[in-house]
């Protein structure tokens, strides 16, 4: 059994996806559980560039939980040819997950919406599966966004899927802060 001991940390692979609202949410939820648990998270943030309210919380939880985003602060508009800039910005953001993931100060990573990511074709299915490749034995990876590739679902140890069974966008609510940014 796992008592979450520092020697005896297995770390898996997991994926939220699905079209409900809750995948970055959950993702967050597990980075502050495992902060108080003494347990140290990286979120890079893939297409998010918005100020939304997680990146003001998890300032107040350094060096606990350490966030960066690897996107424009508008929306993305992606068409067959994403623009240089956002491809940029997603390898940018590969790379530095990589670089967090290897370097022994952190025990949960989070690729938030890199599924996204890879289903506008910033990124590569094979570029995340190198990363993945190189997990340490005691780092979680969490993969988080709608459109998970096949790929990916096969290779998690655990994979939840948000289903959207009514949300009030429907009915013309927009993003409130604090709720859904």
Do not use: W
Not at 17 to 39: D, I, S, V
Not at 96 to 109: D, E, H, T, V
Request: charged share 25%; hydrophobic share 35%; net charge positive.
């Amino acid at each position: 059994m796992n008592s979450g001991k520092t020697g005896e940390f297995k770390g898996y692979i997991q994926v939220y996806t699905g079209n409900g609202k809750g995948k970055t949410t959950a993702a967050l939820g597990l980075a502050l559980r495992a902060a108080g648990r003494g347990l140290k998270t990286y979120i890079g943030q893939f297409i998010k560039g918005q100020k939304y309210g997680e990146l003001f919380a998890i300032q107040k939880l350094a060096p606990m939980i350490s966030i960066e985003q690897f996107g424009r602060s508008g929306f993305i508009h992606v068409t067959k040819d994403p623009d240089k800039i956002d491809i940029n910005k997603a390898r940018k953001g590969l790379e530095s997950c990589r670089k967090a993931m290897l370097s022994g100060n952190y025990r949960i990573i989070i690729m938030d919406e890199i599924n996204v990511t890879v289903y506008f074709n910033l990124i590569t299915e094979d570029k995340v599966h190198l990363l993945l490749d190189q997990k340490p034995e005691n780092v979680e990876v969490i993969l988080t966004g709608r459109y998970a590739p096949d790929s990916f679902i096969r290779r998690a140890d655990l994979v939840s899927e948000m289903k959207n069974v009514k949300h009030y966008y429907d009915s013309g609510v927009k993003a409130r802060d604090g709720i859904e940014r």
